[in-house]
């Protein structure tokens, strides 16, 4: 017969360790299903050819292009970061080769990035030094919010070369050089201002990555540390998501909405939102979106709006540029709802790194840059998060992540475990009084 002293140990065990897969988060909806091992490799098929188009075409490189190969690199390293010793071998070493080609891939660009776009390279070269690695900017996973939905738009017109100046005091380049975590009250308002759109906010949410990256953390502590910023990210990504699902519902239109879907997908998903970003139902549109030769382009073919093809009925039946279709419609569209809502003229503010860059070939270089920048965001999420299986259609992320714990809080809560199964262990062999002594320590530590 077992003993109730055994089964009170077996019942605390389970418990603690429920509790430690439970955690502090919610679980994420179930309608977020899992990545075949297939899509993984798809998207690791994908990465290969852009890769391999950018080195044959290193000659046209800019800025945004070799930024672009470094966010590739990062992602990658991060996915390397996060395997385990049952992730497979083959799957190890395909990731690892993808990053190191990556990083080969840049800094054969270097040279040309330089000589194709001087003054940019000039102001943003400590970006293009090493590679981007994301950094989870709400520290755990995030969903978007409802609360946090923009009451107005702004009428604050961010000017480019504004938005340059901030961009170089963080990261201490250009007329900030040597002199990196400035961020001057002007900036901040800036790069905090709500209600922005399009652009203007990925490009807002993006000074929050540099921040973090450069290490410029002590800079906010006086405008509200850490807590001020994960709100300010969530409300920028909970509104970047209603943009999003309002393209999709009613179609992307070619060349511009395609280049900001992605860039959507990798600033907010590498922050932390993952189950509203790194969706299965976004990455084939993405993969579908890649030319044979790896470059990213307009693309006139399904999950595309039915404006375009109604664009291309009206009196006009010859060939029709799609990325010029997509911003006239667009243009109409924005002139409507300034109309509307008595707005300004609307703008993308903030800094597009460089302008787009069409190559002869039709390719488009801040695209091809996004698209990188979001597939290596997919296969980080999928190997940190465990999202890839052949066996079913669940999301289940890794139980010392999913308990929103992290290094040395996790190690503590399973040493707890432990500590409580020893003390019923040693009190099953000992004398009546100092079993009941370490019971009762035990039944102390699990009931407090």
């Known amino acids: 017969m077992v003993s109730w002293g055994r089964y009170q140990l077996v019942l605390t065990l389970i418990t603690c360790l429920s509790y430690a897969e439970a955690g502090h988060l919610d679980k994420p909806h179930s309608h977020h299903t899992s990545f075949t091992r297939t899509s993984l490799e798809r998207t690791l098929d994908a990465i290969e050819r852009l890769l391999r188009y950018l080195d044959r075409n290193r000659g046209s490189l800019i800025v945004d292009a ?9 992602g990658l390293k991060d996915a390397l970061e996060s395997t385990t010793p049952n992730t497979e071998p083959g799957l190890v070493e ?3 080769g993808l990053r190191e080609a990556a990083g080969e891939v840049a800094q054969r660009g270097l040279y040309y990035a330089h000589r194709n776009s001087k003054v940019q ?6 970006l293009l030094k090493r590679p981007w690695v994301y950094q989870n900017l709400v520290g755990g996973l995030a969903r978007v919010d409802p609360d946090l939905v923009f009451g107005r738009m702004s009428t604050l017109n961010i000017l480019p070369r504004e938005s340059d100046y901030c961009l170089m005091g963080i990261i ?4 900030y050089e040597g002199n990196s975590c400035t961020i001057t009250d002007k900036c901040w308002k800036q790069i905090t201002d709500l209600g922005q759109r399009d652009y203007s906010i990925t490009h807002q949410l993006l000074f929050f990555f540099l921040i973090r990256d450069f290490n410029c953390s002590a800079a906010l502590e006086h405008r509200g540390g850490r807590d001020e910023v994960i709100r300010i990210v969530s409300t920028f990504c909970t509104n970047i998501f209603i943009e999003m699902e309002q393209i999709l519902e009613r179609g992307v239109l ?3 909405e395609q280049d900001l879907i992605m860039e959507q997908v990798t600033f907010c998903g590498a922050a932390g939102f993952v189950e509203d970003f790194v969706r299965p139902d976004i990455l084939p549109m993405i993969l579908e979106w890649q030319r044979d030769d ?4 307009p693309y006139d073919g399904s999950h595309l709006s039915e404006a375009i093809a109604l664009y291309k009925k009206s009196g006009n039946r010859t060939a029709v540029d799609p990325l010029k279709a997509g911003l006239e419609i667009l243009n109409r569209a924005n002139f409507k709802l300034r109309e509307a809502e008595s707005l300004p003229e609307l703008h993308m503010p903030g800094r597009r790194l460089m302008s787009e860059a069409e190559l002869r070939d039709g390719c488009m270089m801040h695209m ?3 698209a990188g920048g979001a597939m290596s965001v997919y296969v980080s999420a999928i190997i940190y998060y465990n999202l890839y299986t052949d066996h079913d259609g669940f999301l289940r992320p ?4 999913y308990a929103g714990l992290e290094g040395s809080a996790y190690q503590g809560l399973v040493g707890g475990c432990l500590l409580l199964a020893l003390l019923f262990l040693a009190g099953s062999f000992c004398q009546r009084p100092l079993k009941r002594l370490l019971y009762s320590l035990s039944t102390y530590c699990y009931v407090g």
């Open 121 to 126: 390279f000039g102001k943003f070269s400590e």
């Open 294 to 297: 790896g470059c990213f382009a």
């Open 94 to 96: 395909r990731i690892r």
């Open 398 to 401: 890794r139980l010392r992540y």
């Open 368 to 370: 091809s840059s996004v």
């Open 66 to 74: 070799l930024w672009g190969i470094r966010m590739v690199e990062g």
């Open 254 to 256: 070619p060349g511009i």
């Open 172 to 175: 201490g380049s250009g007329f």
